[in-house]
């Protein structure tokens, strides 16, 4: 049986709702999702199968403007992502204006010659109108092959965006096998679940400057024993991690543990440890050795 197949980049500012529509397309969580910026700081592939076709889609890091190491690694990821697409989602929220980072990121998909489709986001929070205006504005800014509303969270349009990526793919293999749903090994799957956590757990002060580091992974016959460290830039971070008495890192440690057990089917005992690593954003080898690896892309 012949199927069609391809390479699609999700791409588009921090917090646009990219990983959110990774996670609703493949209808499990391959991508972690909070409300705060510069969630996503690797490419994640999640891969979409049907009877007609396997789509990979690359979920990648918002780009914006870097201040640091980790910045410039991000955005790096992001762009050359997408040079391996055989078409680009471009995100933009129906709610948020138009800006020069927008704009400075149309003109690098440009040079890709592939087909780049807006998919206008977070539709339920606004009316009709305000939606046919915000497409209006879009349409000034770039020749999109295609333009689709979506709400990610209501499924609003979601099928019709994989019948319009169909549309634009053609006949090939089979790159994965049908019951794969993301390329990411077990290690970077543990590293992320506890690092949402602690993104939704902690105040503004922690998100940017929090990496995880795992220590050891032991698996047993009936259980995974996880050892990992969270890492963050000052003493002061540190305190607010582990908390009043040690409440809060107990708490991330408990919600990422239950999270960890359903989606990897096994008992799971996890042990969390709070280091202090000066400027780790900047520091190339750092960065490497938390998971964050520029060879790999």
């Given at each position: 049986m012949t199927i069609k197949s391809g390479f699609v980049a999700i791409v588009g500012r921090p917090n646009v709702g990219k990983s959110t529509l990774l996670n609703t397309i493949l209808n499990n969580k391959v991508a972690i999702v909070t409300?705060?910026?510069?969630?996503?700081?690797?490419?994640?592939?999640?891969?979409?199968?049907?009877?007609?076709?396997?789509?990979?889609?690359?979920?990648?890091?918002?780009i914006h403007k870097a201040h640091h190491e980790m910045g410039k690694f991000m955005n790096k990821v992001a762009l050359s992502t997408t040079k391996a697409a055989d078409v680009i989602l471009f995100?933009?929220?129906?709610?948020?204006?138009?800006?020069?980072?927008d704009r400075y990121i149309i003109k690098a998909l440009e040079e890709r010659g592939v087909p780049i489709i807006l998919v206008v986001t977070k539709i339920d929070l606004v009316s009709k109108g305000?939606?046919?205006?915000?497409?209006?504005?879009?349409?000034?800014?770039?020749?999109?092959?295609?333009?689709?509303?979506?709400?990610?969270?209501?499924?609003?349009?979601?099928?019709?965006?994989?019948?319009?990526?169909?549309?634009?793919?053609?006949?090939?293999?089979?790159?994965?096998?049908?019951?794969?749903?993301?390329?990411?090994?077990?290690?970077?799957?543990?590293?992320?679940?506890?690092?949402?956590?602690?993104?939704?757990?902690?105040?503004?002060?922690?998100?940017?400057?929090?990496?995880?580091?795992?220590?050891?992974?032991?698996?047993?016959?009936?259980?995974l024993k996880i050892m990992a460290s969270i890492c963050v830039e000052r003493d002061?971070?540190?305190?607010?991690?582990?908390?009043?008495?040690?409440?809060?890192?107990?708490?991330?440690?408990?919600?990422?543990?239950?999270?960890?057990?359903?989606i990897l089917g096994t008992k799971i005992f996890l042990e969390l440890f709070v280091k202090v690593v000066e400027k780790w954003r900047d520091k190339p080898s750092m960065i490497a050795?938390?998971?964050?690896?520029?060879?790999?892309?």
């Amino acid at each position: 049986m012949t199927i069609k197949s391809g390479f699609v980049a999700i791409v588009g500012r921090p917090n646009v709702g990219k990983s959110t529509l990774l996670n609703t397309i493949l209808n499990n969580k391959v991508a972690i999702v909070t409300a705060k910026a510069q969630t996503t700081r690797n490419r994640i592939q999640g891969i979409y199968n049907d009877n007609e076709a396997q789509i990979v889609f690359m979920d990648t890091p918002g780009i914006h403007k870097a201040h640091h190491e980790m910045g410039k690694f991000m955005n790096k990821v992001a762009l050359s992502t997408t040079k391996a697409a055989d078409v680009i989602l471009f995100l933009a929220p129906v709610n948020e204006h138009i800006g020069d980072n927008d704009r400075y990121i149309i003109k690098a998909l440009e040079e890709r010659g592939v087909p780049i489709i807006l998919v206008v986001t977070k539709i339920d929070l606004v009316s009709k109108g305000d939606l046919m205006v915000k497409i209006a504005e879009w349409e000034k800014v770039h020749n999109f092959t295609a333009v689709i509303p979506i709400s990610a969270l209501k499924h609003e349009n979601v099928p019709k965006l994989l019948t319009l990526l169909k549309d634009h793919l053609t006949e090939g293999p089979q790159y994965y096998p049908d019951d794969m749903l993301t390329d990411q090994p077990e290690k970077f799957l543990i590293r992320e679940i506890i690092r949402e956590k602690i993104l939704l757990l902690t105040e503004d002060e922690i998100p940017h400057s929090v990496a995880i580091l795992i220590d050891k992974v032991d698996e047993q016959r009936t259980l995974l024993k996880i050892m990992a460290s969270i890492c963050v830039e000052r003493d002061s971070q540190k305190g607010i991690v582990i908390g009043k008495n040690g409440r809060l890192i107990k708490e991330i440690g408990t919600q990422a543990r239950l999270e960890l057990e359903q989606i990897l089917g096994t008992k799971i005992f996890l042990e969390l440890f709070v280091k202090v690593v000066e400027k780790w954003r900047d520091k190339p080898s750092m960065i490497a050795r938390l998971g964050y690896n520029k060879e790999s892309y």
